[in-house]
């Protein structure tokens, strides 16, 4: 499936990396890119210009003039394309791969790169090294409207469809003293891509979770913590939330768990992280439990 799309260059810039005045550079001195025109003679490019371009760039990245670029066929830069990506750990290049599958909206693509990405440092540093960063990439791309929506849930489901397919591969510890995991979102709160992974994470360990997903109204906490009798409890709030509110979310909180350790996947705010309270376990303490190396 491919989306077709018309960029300016400004979103070339953008979603390559590569400066606009550079690109105007190389299409007038090397011709390679050649953008298309509308019937008001204004410049625009597709999707395969902006694949030319990431190719191009990875290339120039990897040590190749652009002089020697521009007298490559399209199979000659995919055959030096491919030999970079095997001689080096190119991470640049495994990056506009995912872009590239995000733009068209392609499974099989985002499956080669992922599935690239696995082999080269393992599904968590996958996840961690590339998959986490990138979501910072969307999140700019989106704001800025180089990409829409529908690109960005797309991309989300594949990477959600991933993480609970390799859950779902792990054994489960039916052992009566295993320490016990509840993960929620509470209510509004509906990216559920890093308490998918840290589910993953704490299960991978021999930690039994419990999985309740995103927007959990807090009323049925209660009776979720009377039945599962948790050890530990992972939520956060990844909206932009005032610091009172979400004080008022944590005593909330530690009222319904005074006994429990509970770690925040979220951001928090300053006012409060810089507070000496060791009921507060951030991210970082969460890593650190899980003995995860960024």
């Known amino acids: 499936m491919k989306i077709i799309e018309n960029y300016s260059?400004?979103?070339?810039?953008?979603?390559?990396?590569?400066?606009?005045?550079?690109?105007?550079?190389?299409?007038?001195?090397?011709?390679?890119?050649?953008?298309?025109?509308?019937?008001?003679?204004?410049?625009?490019?597709?999707?395969?210009?902006?694949?030319?371009?990431?190719?191009?760039?990875?290339?120039?990245?990897?040590?190749?003039?652009?002089?020697?670029?521009?007298?490559?066929?399209?199979?000659?830069?995919?055959?030096?394309?491919?030999?970079?990506?095997?001689?080096?750990?190119?991470?640049?290049?495994?990056?506009e791969s995912l872009l590239m599958s995000l733009i068209e909206m392609n499974e099989t693509r985002f499956t080669h790169a992922f599935m690239s990405m696995v082999i080269k440092v393992g599904f968590e540093k996958a996840i961690i090294k590339f998959i986490f960063p990138f979501f910072e990439r969307i999140g700019i791309m989106w704001q800025t409207g180089s990409i829409n929506p529908a690109q960005e849930h797309f991309f989300s489901n594949m990477i959600?469809?991933?993480?609970?397919?390799?859950?779902?591969?792990?054994?489960?510890?039916?052992?009566?003293?295993?320490?016990?995991?509840?993960?929620?979102?509470?209510?509004?709160?509906?990216?559920?891509?890093g308490l998918l992974f840290y589910n993953y994470a704490l299960r991978a360990r021999g930690y039994k979770t419990i999985y309740l997903g995103q927007a959990v109204p807090f009323e049925s906490l209660e009776a979720v913590m009377d039945i599962c009798r948790p050890d530990y409890v992972v939520t956060g709030v990844t909206n932009s939330i005032h610091s009172t509110d979400f004080q008022a979310f944590y005593e909330r909180l530690q009222r319904l768990l005074p006994d429990n350790s509970i770690f925040l996947t979220g951001p928090v705010p300053k006012e409060i992280s810089e507070k000496d309270d060791n009921r507060i376990l951030t991210v970082k303490d969460l890593l650190l439990f899980l003995n995860i190396q960024l």
């Open 9 to 95: 260059i400004r979103d070339l810039e953008k979603l390559s990396g590569v400066k606009a005045h550079t690109i105007r550079i190389w299409e007038k001195r090397y011709g390679i890119i050649r953008p298309s025109r509308t019937s008001t003679n204004i410049r625009y490019y597709t999707n395969e210009d902006l694949k030319q371009l990431l190719n191009i760039s990875l290339l120039n990245k990897n040590g190749y003039k652009i002089s020697a670029i521009s007298k490559m066929s399209p199979s000659e830069i995919l055959n030096h394309i491919s030999a970079v990506m095997l001689l080096k750990d190119n991470t640049e290049g495994l990056n």
């Open 160 to 193: 959600r469809q991933k993480l609970i397919a390799a859950t779902d591969a792990l054994d489960i510890d039916s052992q009566s003293d295993t320490k016990t995991v509840v993960l929620f979102l509470p209510e509004n709160e509906l990216h559920e891509i």
